[in-house]
T-cell receptor, first 117, second 114 residues
Framework: AQKVTQAQTEISVVEKEDVTLDCVYE???????LFWYKQPPSGELVFLIR??????QNEISGRYSWNFQKSTSSFNFTITASQVVDSAVYFC??????????????FGKGMKLTVNP | ETGVTQTPRHLVMGMTNKKSLKCEQH?????MYWYKQSAKKPLELMFV???????ENNSVPSRFSPECPNSSHLFLHLHTLQPEDSALYLC?????????????FGPGTRLTVT
């Protein structure tokens, strides 16, 4: 079955530290999509990135970077020089097919990041 | 106007009440979703609508009844809920269903059942 594991449940760092959020997934599909979402205290999940299974290139967007490795089924997320505004719960997600035939997202349990000034 | 809005943001209801949650998306999307987020549990998909048709009911109890009158609006009708239904209910939308399309979420309705 599709599964997403975020082993870290909570991390606390001091501003300007780098932090890596781990995500390991299990899937029976050869084509799939991986996502990262951020959930700030306001509640809504904010889309950060989508990566398809055929694209293993790492991606950098400002202070955010993602490392996708199919060999280890991992899609890790690194925040460089963390800031207080990065404090949130971060979710990794994997695309999956529902019983009804449509696709859904399988979410990990989330990792709460607290960045202290 | 933000992409996906939800009302109310907070709701307290008794077990015998009937209430409705509303979601509206301003993104021109064709797919809409209801998720339940409980403490210490992964996000659970409840319902999926694509072009106003329900394509998924993830074994949700009948005390939750969705309605999608058009592609921009989604409702979740609640009746005779249980205390364990207390959670954050999140609405999301995407261009269509399918793993390629990212989902955009609303801020959620924090529901407390007393």
């Amino acid at each position: 079955a599709q599964k997403v594991t975020q082993a870290q449940t909570e991390i606390s760092v001091v501003e300007k530290e780098d932090v890596t959020l781990d995500c390991v997934y299990e899937t029976r599909d050869t084509t799939y999509y991986l996502f990262w979402y951020k959930q700030p205290p306001s509640g809504e999940l904010v889309f950060l990135i989508r990566r398809n299974s055929f694209d293993e290139q790492n991606e950098i967007s400002g202070r955010y970077s993602w490392n996708f490795q199919k060999s280890t089924s991992s899609f890790n997320f690194t925040i460089t020089a963390s800031q207080v505004v990065d404090s949130a719960v971060y979710f990794c997600a994997l695309s999956d097919f529902t019983q009804g035939g449509s696709e859904k997202l399988v979410f990990g349990k989330g990792m709460k990041l607290t960045v202290n000034p | 106007e933000t992409g996906v809005t939800q009302t109310p943001r907070h709701l307290v209801m008794g077990m015998t009440n009937k209430k409705s949650l509303k979601c509206e998306q301003h993104l021109g999307h064709n797919a809409m979703y209801w998720y339940k987020q409980s403490a210490k549990k992964p996000l659970e998909l409840m319902f999926v609508y694509n072009f106003k048709e329900q394509t998924e009911n993830n074994s949700v109890p009948s005390r939750f009844s969705p309605e999608c009158p058009n592609s921009s609006h989604l409702f979740l009708h609640l009746h005779t809920l249980q205390p364990e239904d207390s959670a954050l209910y999140l609405c999301a939308s995407s261009q269509e269903t399918g793993g390629f399309y990212e989902q955009y979420f609303g801020p959620g309705t924090r529901l407390t059942v007393t």
